[in-house]
C-alpha cells in the first residue's frame, strides 16, 4: 500500500466488507483481460458469500479460475472545496468457489437476506421456494485483505 498513512487493520476491512452496500468482483476472462461486477456480498467469519443467476459470465471465470479480487468502500463523502473524497475501503483477494452443498447455500442466502431484506425476512421461506433453483451462492476464502481510510 502505497499511503501507510492510510493504512488499517485487518478488523477495520472487515468491518467494511461487513457494511458496505455492495462491493466490485474482479475476475478474469478467458483471455486474461479482466471483468468486474458488482455484487452484494455478506461476511460470515472469514468467509464472504454473494449471490447470482444461475449461468454468465462471472461464473465461467470463476469455474476457469478461482482468483478473485473483491473491492467494498463504504462511508464515501465528497470534499469539494478541498479537492477530496473521504471514504473507507477494503480490498480482498481471495479463491471463490460455487456452493454445491444445500444446507450451506441455504445458510448463505438467509444471510443475504438478513442483510439487504431484514424487514422482509418473514417472507424468506416463500422466497426460498420460489427462487432457489434460480440462485448460485458463491463464496470467496479470504487469502489477504487489506484495509485504508481517508478520514
Not at 466488507?17 to 455478506?42: F, G
Not at 444446507?103 to 439487504?116: M, R, T, V, W
Not at 425476512?121 to 427462487?131: C, G, L
Request: charged share 30%; proline share 3%; glycine share 2%.
Amino acid at each position: 500500500m502505497r499511503r501507510k498513512d492510510r493504512q488499517k487493520d485487518k478488523d477495520f476491512a472487515l468491518n467494511v466488507v461487513r457494511e458496505c452496500e455492495y462491493a466490485t468482483l474482479a475476475t478474469l476472462n478467458n483471455d486474461n483481460t479482466p471483468y468486474c461486477i458488482p455484487i452484494s456480498p455478506v461476511l460470515y467469519d472469514d468467509v464472504i458469500y454473494f449471490h447470482c443467476a444461475t449461468e454468465g459470465k462471472k461464473l465461467d471465470n470463476i469455474i476457469k479460475n478461482s482468483n478473485v479480487c473483491l473491492s467494498c468502500v463504504r462511508n464515501i463523502k465528497l470534499v469539494p472545496k478541498d479537492f477530496i473524497t473521504k471514504f473507507e475501503s477494503a480490498v480482498v483477494f481471495g479463491k471463490c468457489f460455487i456452493i454445491n452443498d444445500p444446507d450451506e447455500k441455504l445458510f448463505a442466502l438467509k444471510e443475504i437476506c438478513e442483510k439487504y431484506a431484514k424487514e422482509n425476512i418473514a417472507e424468506f421461506e416463500n422466497a426460498v421456494s420460489k427462487w432457489m433453483s434460480q440462485t448460485t451462492i458463491c463464496k470467496i476464502i479470504i487469502d489477504e485483505i487489506t484495509g485504508k481510510a481517508n478520514e
